[in-house]
């Protein structure tokens, strides 16, 4: 079955640097990649999405690339905010089942 | 619009007690999902219903976890007899007819089992 990978587990940076969490999927036959934010003590909210047949998406300050040859996908969060502090999950929905599989999840920390 | 609702938020049992939770999703979302958050871990899912029919449940343990959405609308998830191991927060989300991809969630009500 589909397997996420996501990396790094943990991310530090200053307010207004970039930051960028990378995944990998085990499915070629995946077609949708959502990325989810995690603030403590709510569930994960949508924040942006990618679906297979595009390579890249801007959402004002954050973007995700797809590369769908080397099965591996990545959020970049640009000039950071504090507000930015959360857990970050990666997903893939599987081929056949429809099933999305989340990443282990990266903790970024925006320090003021 | 309301979100997905979850009860109870916080749950604490002895091990071998029963324990139910309870999921309201967004209205008119036809899909219903409940899935297990361990710490530190993504999202697992548990159980999938299309309506009252549920479409995916291979990853829910039926010795112990059972579910129900009797009338399409809110959803049940009963564990019972608990385990220590099942201690993790317990997420539902819904989603809308249709290929939008995204999954709303709820707060979650976590599980302390002792």
């Known amino acids: 079955g589909e397997n996420v990978e996501q990396h790094p587990s943990t991310l530090s940076v200053q307010e207004g640097d970039s930051a960028v969490i990378k995944c990998t999927y085990s499915d070629s036959a995946s077609n949708y990649f959502p990325w989810y934010k995690q603030e403590l003590g709510k569930g994960p909210q949508l924040i942006i999405d990618?679906?297979?047949?595009?390579g890249e998406k801007k959402d004002q300050r954050i973007a995700v690339t797809l590369n769908k040859t080397a099965k591996h996908f990545s959020l970049h969060i640009t000039e950071t905010q504090p507000e930015d502090s959360a857990v970050y999950f990666c997903?893939?929905?599987?081929?056949?089942?429809?099933?999305?599989?989340f990443g282990t999840g990266t903790r970024l920390q925006v320090f003021p | 619009e309301a979100g997905v609702v979850q009860s109870p938020r916080y749950k604490i049992i002895e091990k071998k007690q029963p324990v139910a939770f309870w999921c309201n999703p967004i209205s008119g979302h036809n899909t219903l999902y409940w899935y297990l958050q361990n710490l530190g871990q993504g999202p697992e899912l548990l159980i999938r219903y299309e309506n009252e029919e549920a479409v995916d449940d291979s990853q829910l343990p039926k010795d112990r976890f059972s579910a129900e959405r009797l009338k399409g609308v809110d959803s049940t998830l009963k564990i019972q007899p608990a385990e220590l191991g099942d201690s993790a927060v317990y997420l539902c989300?819904?989603?809308?007819?249709?290929?939008?991809?995204?999954?709303?969630f709820g707060e979650g009500s976590r599980l302390t089992v002792l």
């Open positions: 990618i679906r297979s047949n595009v």
């Open positions: 997903a893939a929905r599987t081929g056949d089942t429809d099933k999305l599989i």
């Open positions: 989300a819904s989603s809308p007819q249709g290929d939008t991809g995204e999954l709303f």
